[in-house]
């Protein structure tokens, strides 16, 4: 999954880092010059979920300019609720296609709209 | 339509050898719809001419076309965006002083899945102030989509195409292994199957028609038969939406086109009588 969403953004031009789980998202993020625009969050990870994540983000206000996208398997309505209420700007349900994530970006102001790779 | 078994075989064969894709019996509309377009690119009559000439004389190029025309481009929710951000900003504050009734209707002219026509009802149930109403129809030619568009239900894969998420967890509800509509969406959206080409029943006129992406598909008579039948339902001051690629200049010159942001939309002209032919 990491590596098709991946290559996604790195087609549309984004230049992309990665991270195991939450816990060593947040700390990548602290050595970085430049903080992300955009950040995809799978919810289920070990030590910090994605959910933990979003909130911690929200939290810190070096963080406050990246756009928060979940892309997870996890497609109750509950969840989508609890990940947008926590602060999260997009929630991609699994599976989904490559048109459909530039949808999102776009929706997101992100991407142009009527991108396409 | 007038796909034959033989024709719809060929192309479920030549699809799933080319994407793993299996087009099983029932979308012989989708195929016909999908490869209009491609058939007329390549100088064919109908489908049916299309197919039989490649058959005889395979091109791989052609193949490729056929399976691009088939796997991608499945519907978006609020498809191009514009015309929905038209609608708010530009189309409700001039419509809504005039409307003394306080109800809106909108068609939605070639509606396939539905998603349109939902995605125009969601617009309104944000967009038109308090104490009114509106009324969202739908058609399509195929039965099978008007049907399909009826149940308000959509898988994962498509709500995952345009749709916010908080317009999901809004107006959406679990359903199984996918979604449907709420009933405070639905209970305001008909639909209904229609040919827009032949002559339309009887109905209530408009105050805005979205016939997007339908005409391309058309021969010039046909378009012009269309824009007629559709203009004739919408309302003098209402306003004709259409697909991107797509215009009346040149080939009805009953509508004027104006420019609404990034986007335009038509509304019948004024001097001219309905239905009046462009030299185009």
Do not use: C
Request: hydrophobic fraction near 45%; proline fraction near 5%.
């Amino acid at each position: 999954m990491r590596l098709i969403l991946r290559r996604i953004v790195s087609q549309l031009g984004f230049e992309v880092i990665e991270a195991e789980d939450g816990k060593a998202a947040l700390d990548l993020l602290g050595t970085v010059d430049e903080v992300p625009k955009l950040a995809l969050i799978d919810w289920n990870m070990p030590n910090m979920n994605g959910l933990e994540f979003v909130i911690a983000a929200r939290d810190d206000a070096r963080l406050r300019d990246m756009t928060l996208v979940m892309v997870t398997t996890e497609s109750e309505h509950g969840h989508i609720v609890r990940a947008l209420a926590a602060g999260a700007h997009e929630y991609v349900i699994k599976p989904f296609t490559t048109d459909a994530m530039i949808e999102k970006l776009a929706l997101l102001g992100l991407v142009p709209t009527g991108a396409n790779l | 339509m007038t796909l034959s078994a033989t024709d719809f075989a060929y192309v479920a064969g030549l699809v799933r050898r080319e994407s793993a894709i299996v087009l099983t019996p029932g979308k012989e509309y989708l195929v016909e719809a999908r490869l209009l377009p491609v058939a007329r690119q390549a100088g064919a009559a109908s489908v049916a001419d299309f197919l039989s000439g490649l058959q005889r004389r395979p091109d791989t190029t052609m193949h490729r076309s056929i399976v691009d025309a088939l796997t991608t481009n499945e519907t978006s929710w609020f498809r191009d965006r514009e015309p929905f951000t038209a609608l708010t900003d530009v189309v409700l504050p001039e419509l809504l002083p005039t409307r003394t009734n306080r109800t809106l209707r909108i068609w939605s002219a070639a509606s396939s899945s539905g998603q349109e026509a939902y995605s125009l009802a969601m617009t309104m149930q944000q967009a038109l102030p308090a104490g009114w109403q509106y009324q969202i129809m739908g058609t399509d030619i195929s039965t099978e989509m008007i049907k399909r568009a009826g149940t308000g239900e959509y898988s994962q894969v498509e709500v995952n195409r345009g749709l916010p998420a908080q317009l999901l967890v809004h107006f959406f509800t679990r359903s199984g292994t996918g979604w449907r509509v709420n009933p405070a969406l639905r209970q305001n959206v008909t639909f209904q199957q229609m040919n827009l080409a032949a002559p339309l029943p009887s109905m209530a006129p408009f105050d805005v028609i979205f016939l997007r992406n339908i005409l391309i598909y058309f021969d010039v008579e046909t378009k012009r038969t269309v824009l007629r039948n559709v203009g004739r339902l919408l309302r003098p001051d209402g306003y004709l939406f259409l697909g991107a690629a797509e215009t009346t200049i040149g080939v009805d010159e009953s509508f004027e086109r104006v420019a609404m942001g990034r986007t335009s939309a038509y509304r019948p002209r004024v001097s001219v009588p309905a239905g009046a032919v462009g030299k185009g």
